[in-house]
């Protein structure tokens, strides 16, 4: 499938990026690494006039240390260039792993960070040819007026599909924004609508900088497990992201867990938090954590695995991120076992 014509700006600087971007309003859509854009301009799930491609903007890559102790990676920053940071995989070994878990290397050589916080959310109703979803009469995201997974609502159950912003999420990380009104900093948290039309809340104009890691989670023990039908280069059917921070006696001092792949957004699973804190390893709690894991997460017919089967998954990669950090027992990762 050929992409449609289309007319690219090659902005300098994020400011002539954002008047750009102000100018041709709706018409207008952001070209980072193209990884998840340009295969859903190949089947015409978008049809911008305008595409500004940030590539050019320098200051969006690479890390460094913030002025307040935080490590700030520029949004333009590949996923191979993450991983190839010591700092991400010395003192952020969630978010490392779960980056790892990305597609291919091909892809991961061209996928930035801020496009895959930004990734479109995903369904086997939503992500098929133009003559697919024309035959089936579209659906309530695209082209149509029902909800295939939910026939009998009125809200998109297309589910957010990403790696990294589970473990960012479980590293409380921030998020820079600039747009016409600024810059403006917030959790990244904040980002998600848990909507699978309306899924992020970035205004008209505005682009993702930069994303923020807390200084106070560097070295939090952490790992990622995700469900894909090819573990080569498949998105997650359900991931689990785990950090950890634990003292010298074992006794979790503060713990984070984030799903991702089961609902129209990344949540984070607070009873974790609840559960654990203050407490010694014990299969018990960790078994309550993994339960409310799946209260939490709601996997419906949005993809080629059953909702049942995601949803043991789900369990099971929360206990097993669980055993892994807290218990010193390790898994392989990606056995659909």
């Known amino acids: 499938m050929s992409l449609p014509a289309l007319h690219v700006v090659r902005p300098k600087t994020v400011d002539e990026a954002v008047r750009v971007l102000a100018q041709h309003g709706p018409q207008?859509?952001?070209?980072?690494?193209?990884?998840?854009?340009?295969?859903?301009?190949?089947?015409?799930?978008?049809?911008?006039?305008?595409?500004?491609?940030?590539?050019?903007?320098?200051?969006?890559?690479?890390?460094?240390?913030?002025?307040?102790?935080?490590?700030?990676?520029?949004?333009?920053?590949?996923?191979?260039?993450?991983?190839?940071?010591?700092?991400?995989?010395?003192?952020?070994?969630?978010?490392?792993?779960?980056?790892?878990?990305?597609?291919?290397?091909?892809?991961?050589?061209?996928?930035?960070?801020?496009?895959?916080?930004?990734?479109?959310?995903?369904?086997?109703?939503?992500?098929?040819?133009?003559?697919?979803?024309?035959?089936?009469?579209?659906?309530?995201?695209?082209?149509?007026?029902?909800?295939?997974?939910?026939?009998?609502?009125?809200?998109?159950?297309?589910?957010?599909?990403?790696?990294?912003?589970?473990?960012?999420?479980?590293?409380?990380?921030?998020?820079?924004?600039?747009?016409?009104?600024?810059?403006?900093?917030?959790?990244?948290?904040?980002?998600?609508r848990n909507d699978g039309m309306n899924r992020i809340a970035l205004q008209a104009g505005e682009i993702l900088t930069a994303v923020l890691l807390p200084a106070a989670k560097a070295g939090w023990r952490g790992v990622y497990n995700k469900l894909r039908l090819r573990n080569s280069i498949d998105y997650p059917l359900a991931g689990v992201a785990v950090a950890m921070d634990v003292d010298g006696g074992g006794v979790c001092r503060d713990v984070r867990v984030a799903i991702s792949a089961v609902n129209p957004a990344p949540l984070l699973v607070h009873q974790a938090g609840e559960t654990l804190i203050g407490k010694k390893y014990s299969r018990e709690l960790i078994e309550r954590v993994a339960h409310a894991a799946i209260q939490r997460g709601k996997p419906l017919t949005t993809s080629g695995s059953t909702p049942v089967y995601r949803r043991e998954m789900l369990e099971l990669y929360t206990r097993r991120g669980l055993e892994e950090v807290w218990g010193g027992r390790t898994h392989s990762a990606d056995r659909n076992d």
């Open 28 to 192: 207008a859509m952001i070209l980072a690494g193209g990884t998840d854009l340009l295969p859903n301009l190949q089947m015409r799930l978008y049809a911008p006039q305008v595409l500004v491609a940030l590539k050019e903007i320098s200051g969006l890559r690479g890390a460094r240390a913030a002025k307040d102790g935080a490590l700030r990676i520029g949004a333009l920053t590949t996923l191979s260039e993450l991983l190839a940071e010591p700092v991400v995989r010395q003192k952020y070994a969630v978010l490392a792993k779960a980056a790892a878990t990305v597609a291919g290397p091909l892809q991961r050589n061209m996928a930035t960070l801020g496009g895959n916080l930004c990734l479109e959310t995903r369904c086997r109703w939503y992500n098929q040819s133009h003559f697919w979803r024309q035959s089936l009469g579209g659906c309530l995201k695209k082209d149509g007026t029902v909800c295939h997974v939910a026939p009998g609502g009125k809200r998109c159950w297309a589910v957010w599909s990403g790696d990294t912003a589970p473990a960012l999420l479980a590293l409380d990380a921030e998020i820079e924004i600039a747009g016409p009104a600024g810059e403006r900093r917030i959790p990244l948290e904040s980002l998600y």
